[in-house]
Structures are given as C-alpha cells and as structure tokens.
C-alpha cells in the first residue's frame, strides 16, 4: 500500500510539476508578443519620424540646388547678352567694311578699264614704232633681235671671264690669307705637354744584391715574372738598375708597377709574383678608365661608350716620337674644335673625331693594319656616327677624305704632330729622313720635282709628261715605295703619289 501510494505521488506531481510549466510558458510567450508588438509600434513611429527629416532635408537640398542654378543662368545669361552685343558690334563693322569694300571695288573697276584702255592705245603705238623701225633699218624685228643677242653674247662671254677669273684669283687670295689666320690662331690658343718615347722602362733597386733574387734559383723567380705578365726583364751591368720591355704599354706598365711592389716588399718567390700582379693589374685598369674619363671630360663629351673610353685611357701609356698619345688626341681635339668654330662649323664633331682619331694605337700592336683604319674600325663597333668614323680612317689619307669634318682633323693631326719639334725626334734626324725620301725620289729618270709632305708620311713625286706614260707612272710609284721599304727606317707608312701633269700653252701675238 505504501508503494501503490508513492506511486500515485509522484504521478499527482509530475502532473502538477507539467501544468506549472504550461502556464509559465504560456505566461512568457504572451509577455514576449506584447514586447514585440510593442518594438513594432515603436520602430514604426520611429520610420516615420526618420522619413518625414529625410523629406524635408531633400526639399532644403532641391531648393538650395534650385538657388544655384538660378544664380548660374542668370550668369550665363549676362555672358550671352555680352557676347550678343559684341557679336551686333562686328556685324555693325563688318557692314562697314563691306560697304567699304564695294565702293574699294567700283574704283578699282573703273581704274582697271582705263588700264585696258591705255594698254590698248600702248600697244598700238609700238606695232606703229616697230612699223617705222622696220622700214628704216631696213630688217625685221626678228632680225634686229638676234644681230642685238649675238653682239650682246660676245661682250657678255669676254666680261664674265674677266670677272671669273678675278674672282677666282680673289678668292684663292682670301682663302689662303683665311686659311693661315685660322691655324695661326688655333696653334696660338692650344698647346700640350710632350714626353719622350720608349718601350723600356728603368726600375731602380737598392743594390745590384737584389738582381741575384729577381732571377731566383736556377731563374726561377724571372721566369715566373716574365711568363705571368708577358713582358722581357733585362738585367744587366747597368748599376742599380733593371730593365722592362714590351711593346704593349699596358703590359709594360703592369710589369713596372710589380715589379717596384715587389722590391719594396722584398718577398720574391713566384707566388708574391702572381699575387702582385694581380694588384698591379687592378691599378693599371683603374688608371686606365680614370685617364679615357678624364680624357673625354676635358674635351667636352660625355656620351661615349665605355669600352671607347677605356681604349682612350690606354693611350695613356702610350707614346709615338716623343708625343704622349693621349695627350696628343686632346690636342687634336681642341685644334679641330677652334677651326671649326673659326668656319662656323659645330665644333662638337670635331672635338669627338679629334679625341678618338688615334684610338687604333691603343691597339695597334695587337691588330695587323694602319691605326686609321683599326681606330674606325672600333668606333664603327660602339656606335660611332659615320661621320667621325669617316674622319678616323681619313686622317692619315688611307681613305680619301670627303667631308669638312676629315679635312679639318687631318689639318689638326699635322698642326700637333707633323711640325718639327713638336715630337722628341731631333732636328737633324727629322731633316735627314725628309732628304733621304726625297733623294730617292728624284734618283729616277724622268722625276722634275719631289716634296716630303706630312713629316715624312707622304711623297709627292712630280714627274715630265713627255717621259712618264701614265703606265709608267703606275711603276714608278712602286719602284720608290720599294726602294723606301728597302732602305730606310720609319714609323707606320708612307704614301708615294706620283702626279703627271700635261699641258698645252700658246701665245697670241
């Protein structure tokens, strides 16, 4: 009985327990659907307040819209009643004018009819002269004009060869007198330093003690130095003194540089050999692209290619009779600028061409061929304009100049180079190979007159027409160049031009 009585308990308050929970449920659903009709109302009172402001600030910006374009029309309006009154203004004037115009054109109508009209009463008076004159003269006018232009022709051809030839003789007068102010005033303004020329270079030492370590054991040591940087040491009786030779300056400046490193740190064993070397090679470029850089600065231009710029630099150290290369292409280069300025050319060209004439020296003795035509060469590879290249390769005639521009920078190479004195070479020597070419010259038969141009560079060989054929010319040109070849020591090449003139002479008596 106590269990059935628990039982029914506890069914008795889960019911109870139940329908609490209903009502509680039902009690907060109603509360929460009155909040919310609540909120509703509320958010839409809320809408309507916000819609009603947004309506009236959309009125306020219309109206203030509307203001703005108000005032804007009527400012447009006052600019086009500006513009109609001008535009009324020039019609009025242009009435005007027309008007003008039209009375301009009746006058000039009724001028015009009178010009008829005399042209008329003109041209009848000279048929009636032309008449008279041909029944006095007793020839038509056909006839009297050509016996006027025949007579009139023979004066004119006698007086116009008289002035050609005056002004021909004037004209030479003046270009000769022009010719020498100018490269008076060009080698007056320019002058450069000269230094003498070598293919050796003295290294000094403390003491004829360390020319047993130069050579090493068994030559060792000299062997090294002289497989690594290419170059010959000579070490003889000199005292106190070591030779360096090479033709390649660069080379031969390399070698000197180590060589002075290697005495002053006094390690010489073929690996402080290579190592100083190296540092020596590093200096030399170093030097090298500061020289072509300054180089190109001092004379103005500043866009040349690099690899033409370093070239430039290793002119630096080189040398030809006395002149350093270097040094000698500046000169060109502000000669050449002065007589262009002086003929009222540009004289940047001609600075340009100037400075990079003498570029195939830098190489020269690594490439067979004239200079002139390696130095184009190289310019032509970097980009030169055709026009400095022309002027490189024709400064020495191994290509016939054609432009101002080459005539220019050959009168400039021989202003700075072909003078004597300019280069170390000695008076006496630089006459004794002038005669020397010359003499060979005009030991062949049938030679009248020869002239060493160009300090020694070119032969110019005037032969008589009645025994030199233009065949013959041909061969003699090539005997002398042969016999040059043969019998005489010089630096680059000679060109032998042989010219044979004929003329016919007669005299009026």
């Known amino acids: 009985m106590e269990l059935l009585f628990g039982i029914i308990g506890l069914v008795l308050g889960i019911a109870i327990g139940f329908v609490a929970v209903r009502f509680i449920i039902s009690s907060s659903a109603k509360n929460a659907a009155d909040n919310a009709a609540r909120l509703v109302s509320d958010a839409e009172k809320q809408a309507e307040s916000l819609k009603r402001e947004a309506l009236i600030e959309a009125k306020d910006a219309t109206y203030q819209l509307k203001q703005t374009a108000d005032r804007e029309a009527n400012e447009w309006r006052k600019e086009a009643k500006v513009l109609e009154n001008r535009l009324m203004q020039r019609e009025e004037s242009l009435d005007k004018r027309a008007d003008s115009l039209d009375s301009r054109e009746h006058q000039i109508s009724s001028l015009s009819g009178q010009i008829e009209k005399k042209d008329r009463d003109l041209s009848d008076a000279l048929t009636q002269a032309n008449i008279t004159l041909e029944r006095v003269a007793g020839m038509t006018s056909d006839e009297a004009r050509k016996e006027l232009l025949n007579s009139l022709r023979s004066d004119v051809s006698r007086e116009a060869a008289a002035i050609i030839r005056e002004s021909e003789q004037q004209v030479k007068n003046e270009a000769d007198k022009k010719s020498r102010e100018i490269l008076s005033l060009a080698i007056q303004r320019v002058a450069a330093e000269h230094t003498a020329e070598h293919t050796v270079s003295s290294v000094p030492i403390p003491s004829d003690d360390l020319k047993g370590r130069i050579i090493g054991r068994e030559g060792r040591n000299i062997r090294t130095f002289e497989q690594i940087t290419g170059i010959s040491l000579i070490i003889d009786d000199t005292p106190e003194t070591v030779i360096v030779s090479s033709f390649d300056p660069v080379r031969r400046e390399i070698g000197r540089i180590t060589l002075e490193n290697l005495i002053t740190d006094g390690r010489i064993h073929p690996a402080r050999i290579e190592e100083m070397f190296n540092k020596a090679s590093d200096l030399v470029n170093q030097q090298v692209q500061e020289a072509g850089d300054q180089a190109a600065f001092d004379a103005g231009i500043h866009d040349l290619h690099t ?150 560079r070119e032969v110019r060989v005037m032969v008589k027409p009645e025994k030199i054929s233009d065949s013959d010319a041909v061969v003699l040109a090539h005997d002398i160049a042969h016999q040059i070849e043969e019998e005489m020591e010089y630096p680059g090449q000679i060109k032998v031009l042989v010219i044979r003139e004929s003329r016919a002479q007669d005299i009026a008596k």
Do not use: C, W
Not at 315 to 340: C, D, I, P, W
Not at 438 to 456: F, H
């Open 307 to 456: 690899e033409l710029i370093k070239t430039l630099g290793r002119l630096k150290f080189r040398t030809s009779y006395g002149q350093n290369v270097l040094k000698h292409s500046l000169e060109v280069a502000y000669l050449a600028g002065v007589m262009a300025s002086e003929l009222g050319l540009d004289p940047l060209p001609a600075k340009r061409a100037g400075l990079l004439h003498d570029l195939g020296k830098a190489v020269d003795h690594e490439i067979e061929g004239s200079h002139a035509l390696i130095g184009a060469d190289l310019a032509r590879r970097f980009g030169e304009n055709p026009e400095i290249v022309h002027a490189i390769e024709a400064h020495h005639a191994d290509v016939e100049p054609s432009t101002v521009l080459a005539v220019l920078i050959q009168a400039a190479d021989a202003i700075s180079a072909a003078r004597p004195g300019a280069r170390r070479e000695t008076l006496e020597s630089y006459i004794k190979r002038l005669e020397k070419l010359e003499e060979i010259a005009n030991a062949y038969e049938g030679v009248e007159k020869t002239y060493a141009m160009q300090a020694g």
